[in-house]
């Protein structure tokens, strides 16, 4: 992939697993934790559009299902040109350093440190209209594991 914003652009369909390995050992019933990770699931569409100081506005919104419960939701980041060419800059939409990403060859890893908590994010370039991350999170606070697929929509 010799541009990473290049191939981003666009709208892109969206299914994401969120495994909270955690939460089942501190929701069970009262005579002890349940047996294996909380499931959720997100259903939804992104749009990468151009940004108004440059790079790429990522807009995700959708349906996320928790504990049988569907509520909307939504998440903006920007992606901005990195160094070197080809590769992106990834930043929260109040404009704080997200992470790299270096997809010229198909595939990245990315770490980002949130409190005491360790972001492992695995990116992986499926073709010229599918792509996917795999986001590890490990701490204190939280044991998830976040599987995202996309796929082009126009």
Do not use: I, N
């Not at 299914?15 to 501190?26: H, I, K, L, N, S």
């Not at 198909?106 to 792509?131: I, K, M, N, Q, S």
């Amino acid at each position: 992939m010799p541009d990473v914003l290049a191939y981003l652009a666009g709208s892109w369909r969206v299914e994401r697993t969120v495994r909270d390995f955690a939460a089942g050992a501190q929701d069970g019933p009262v005579d002890g934790p349940m047996e294996g990770p909380v499931e959720g699931h997100f259903r939804g569409t992104t749009r990468f559009a151009p940004s108004d100081g440059g790079g790429l506005l990522h807009r995700e919104s959708g349906s996320f299902t928790w504990r049988g419960v569907t509520r909307p939701a939504e998440r903006t980041l920007l992606f901005l040109p990195g160094e070197p060419a080809g590769t992106a800059v990834v930043r929260f939409a109040d404009g704080r350093f997200f992470h790299g990403l270096d997809l010229r060859r198909g595939r990245h890893t990315a770490d980002h440190p949130c409190a005491a908590d360790l972001y492992r994010g695995d990116f992986v370039v499926d073709g010229e209209d599918a792509w996917r991350t795999r986001w590890r999170v490990r701490g204190p606070a939280k044991d998830l594991l976040l599987t995202t697929a996309y796929v082009r929509a126009d």
